[in-house]
């Protein structure tokens, strides 16, 4: 069974930063592209970043670039997203996903996910 677990969530300030970790068991070789979304209350689900299978290529949504950065280990079948200069519209609970076949920010191209981290950025 496959099973994708965040952790690193937190609550920060404006401007702080916080590392997400999604450690996933039972994944199975092959094309896995790896991505973290995000979902605020009432809001639809968008992504924030994507990684290729070996970690070479990636994409951010515009409102991360040069902010957020997706990572990979695949010897750990870790993957991490480390965010700084948070604001506080990326407040949201923020999923790992993994399963990937299309590299795109696109919930449909995902097989797995994980249960959500929360992030609360605010004063």
């Known amino acids: 069974q496959v099973q994708l677990v965040e952790s690193g969530g937190g609550s920060v300030q404006p401007g702080g930063s916080l590392r997400l970790s999604c450690a996933a068991s039972g994944v199975t070789g092959g094309k896995n592209y790896m991505a973290w979304f995000r979902q605020a209350p009432g809001k639809e689900r968008e992504g924030v970043a994507v990684i290729s299978t070996r970690g070479h290529s990636t994409t951010y949504a515009d409102s991360v670039k040069g902010r957020f950065t997706i990572s990979r280990d695949n010897a750990k079948k870790t993957s991490y997203l480390q965010m700084n200069n948070l604001r506080p519209d990326d407040t949201a609970m923020y999923y790992c996903?993994?399963?990937?076949?299309?590299?795109?920010?696109?919930?449909?191209?995902?097989?797995?996910w994980g249960q959500g981290t929360q992030v609360t950025v605010s004063s």
């Open positions: 996903a993994a399963g990937g076949d299309v590299f795109a920010l696109s919930a449909p191209a995902y097989k797995f």
